[in-house]
């Protein structure tokens, strides 16, 4: 079974950045990939973006394309999303999933494993 374990997570001000970790167990087959999530309270979970391990090919949300970037180290066996001019509104709880294909991941429709989430509270 594959593990994902994230990290990084914070307070942070408005403006500024934070740069999650996504620690994954094990890897598969080069299509295999690897998304961020988002959940706020009272709020439905979001997907931000995902690559895979391959050739690193990425797809993100529009809420957060230009803002987060999403890049992996396969030497790691790690995925990072770094998030520059944090605002309020991205404060959530922020989970790393994985599954077969950076498509399936996107739609939350073929999502084989989750870790359990850090914090990051964005300060006005």
């Known amino acids: 079974q594959v593990q994902l374990v994230e990290s990084g997570g914070g307070l942070v001000q408005a403006g500024g950045s934070l740069r999650l970790s996504c620690a994954v167990s094990?890897?598969?087959?080069?299509?295999?990939?690897v998304g961020w999530f988002r959940q706020a309270p009272g709020r439905e979970r979001e997907f931000l973006a995902a690559?895979?391990?391959?050739?690193?090919?990425?797809t993100y949300s529009d809420s957060v394309k230009g803002r987060f970037t999403i890049s992996r180290d396969n030497a790691k066996n790690t995925v990072y999303l770094q998030m520059n001019g944090l605002k309020p509104e991205d404060t959530a709880v922020y989970y790393c999933?994985?599954?077969?294909?950076?498509?399936?991941?996107?739609?939350?429709?073929?999502?084989?494993?989750w870790g359990q989430g850090t914090q990051v509270t964005v300060s006005s």
């Open positions: 999933a994985s599954g077969p294909t950076r498509s399936g991941v996107a739609s939350g429709a073929k999502i084989d494993y």
């Open positions: 094990e890897r598969t087959t080069s299509s295999y990939a």
């Open positions: 690559i895979t391990w391959g050739v690193g090919i990425t």
